[in-house]
């Protein structure tokens, strides 16, 4: 980005929050990230490009309900209300009828849903029968901004009582005829709803699309619908956060469409800065105007210093970055998303097969583990039993896995052995299966119907009954294959949720071990076929097909 561009005194027409907003940001660029800056950008090409029009005189009473509320909207504030409530394209629809904002902890995130929310309940808004739904993974989440909304009631009754009915389950604009209700039920329970916006408080919170898909399906219904997605970095990997950010860095770095959604990220460009005071207004637009805040920022950052494993906290909701629990991870996420990279050509080449799964009645998982110019390539497949006393623990999206091809839901009481076996009796048409890894107390199970492909534990050449200790001696194996980013496995999700639930366990004498994070809900079956393959990685031949070099004599 040239520092001409970044630096613009003459902009195209547009909203004086907007520009007053963008302003303060291209006067203060070293404390803004770069997200925020290409977001500014966006909006700049927007104006300039597009037939975008606002009335000012509605964005002036909106605010003017700034009154009833204990605190005042900052620029940034102002600036994302106006994009998103009050710029309308040609045709008279919302030019940006979804916001996603991801904010430090303590911006005033929930504040600012609050009061947006509050505007497009009222007869400013004017739509009749917009209805608000605020979802969250808790309760207490789902209620934050209905709480303060109800608040607001409550000390303005005098006034607000001639428009608004509430109770602590509905707040109901009487001339709209609006109603705002907090929801954290399941999926099902929400089909067939006709809300004008859709609210999901702390995305990073939510293990699947389920609820968010079928509150969705909603919209559409009420004259222009609204989402609003706010929340700070979290700890689930591969759910819908990384999925939104991922679409969202795409937008703002113009890889894509933003197709009517406003991404506003902030957050530290790199880990180093968090020793600069100064960069803490990267992840918290709000931070300068709040001194309380600072104060206990400052405070956490000194905890975070001397304890940084035990105050993650910091880093991830404070920083908005992502940090991996090293006390506990196996690696880290980059790491783990490195291995989502295309197969080569694989046909007829050796490979070792992997099993393991703790129940039949749970998952099952079984892979294949090939070695080609230094890479570890790794084919998988998994069998989850549709009648698995976990199932309702179980948060990804089952059914989306199983489109992809890498999961196969079964309809039993349990996963029978031959399903699995008549999955590596098709694989041993297309490649040289020389050696079958399955943990020692797993082989019983599946022994007769093993032996009848060949694979009989009698012949320690073709089967390996895998035990702790030949985990224990691939632990730094595999470690060094992660940080090399040596592992492929394709666009694989649940080889990468099996792979985030592992843990490291000391075993004594310098050893470690594998071991679930959580022993009901996060299953590890996949990863620990392709620790069960890797215990005989020794014993796979290696092929190589790096092109010839022209031989140069001097």
């Known amino acids: ?36 800056i290409k977001f500014c950008e966006l909006i700049i090409r927007s104006f300039e490009n597009e037939k975008l029009y606002w009335n000012e005189e509605k964005v002036n009473k909106y605010f003017s309900y700034q009154k009833y509320f204990p605190f005042s909207l900052l620029l940034w504030e102002r600036c994302l209300f106006v994009l998103h409530n009050c710029v309308f394209r040609e045709d008279g629809l919302p030019r940006w009828p979804d916001l996603m904002i991801v904010v430090g902890r303590g911006a005033g995130k929930n504040g600012y849903l609050s009061f947006e929310d509050f505007c497009l309940l009222s007869q400013a808004h004017n739509i009749q029968n917009y209805n608000i739904d605020i979802y969250a993974t808790s309760e207490d989440q789902a209620m934050t901004s209905f709480k303060e909304i109800y608040e607001v009631l409550e000390k303005n009754k005098a006034k607000l009582s001639k428009y608004f009915y509430w109770n602590k389950e509905v707040i109901k604009n009487k001339i709209t005829r609006s109603e705002l209700r907090y929801r954290t039920r399941n999926a099902d329970t929400k089909d067939g709803g006709r809300p004008g916006k859709n609210d999901f408080d702390e995305l990073h919170a939510y293990e699947n699309n389920e609820l968010i898909d079928v509150a969705n399906t909603g919209l559409g219904k009420i004259e222009h619908p609204r989402t609003t997605i706010i929340t700070t970095q979290g700890d689930v990997r591969d759910g819908p956060l990384d999925d939104e950010m991922k679409d969202g860095y795409d937008v703002l770095d113009g890889k894509m469409s933003d197709n009517g959604k406003l991404y506003f990220f902030c957050m530290l460009d790199d880990k180093k800065e968090v020793d600069n005071e100064k960069m803490w207004n990267k992840p ?66 050796e490979c070792i097969c992997g099993i393991d799964y703790a129940k039949t009645s749970d998952f099952v998982a079984a ?97 390996k009954l895998v035990r702790p200790s030949d985990i224990m001696k691939v632990v730094p194996v595999i470690e060094s294959w992660f940080n090399n980013q040596q592992i492929i496995w394709n666009d694989d999700p649940f080889m990468r949720w099996c792979t985030n639930n592992v843990k490291l366990v000391d075993a004594g004498k310098g050893n470690q071990v594998y071991d679930k ?19 005989s990685d020794d014993e796979l031949q290696e092929y190589n097909d790096y092109p ?6 001097l």
């Open 1 to 36: 980005m040239k520092m001409m561009q970044m630096m613009r005194c003459n902009f195209p027409k547009m909203p004086n929050d907007v520009e007053n907003y963008i302003r303060f940001v291209y006067e203060h660029m070293d404390e803004h990230c770069t997200w925020t």
């Open 284 to 349: 918290n637009p709000s931070l300068r105007f709040r001194p309380d805040l600072y104060e206990q920022i400052k405070k956490e950052y000194v905890s975070y210093k001397k304890r940084p494993e035990k105050n993650r906290a910091f880093i991830v909701k404070r920083m908005n970055l992502i940090e991996e629990n090293k006390d506990i991870a196996i690696t880290s996420w980059e790491n783990i998303l490195s291995t989502n990279r295309p197969y080569i050509d694989l046909i007829g080449h």
């Open 367 to 463: 892979g294949l583990l090939f070695k080609q110019n230094g890479y570890r390539y790794w084919i998988c497949h998994a069998w989850f039993c549709k009648n698995s006393k976990d199932r309702h623990r179980i948060k990804p999206d089952l059914k989306m896995w199983e489109k992809m091809g890498v999961l196969t839901i079964v309809d039993a009481v349990e996963i029978s052995p031959q399903i699995v076996v008549d999955w590596i009796v098709e694989k041993q048409s297309q490649y040289s299966i020389v050696k079958l890894c399955i943990d020692n107390f797993r082989y019983t199970l599946f022994s007769s119907y093993l032996k009848t492909i060949g694979f009989d534990a009698r012949d320690k050449t073709k089967v």
């Open 517 to 535: 994070q959580e022993p009901k809900s996060r299953k590890t079956d996949g990863f620990m076929a392709f620790a069960a393959a890797a215990t």
């Open 548 to 553: 010839e070099l022209d031989v140069i004599v």
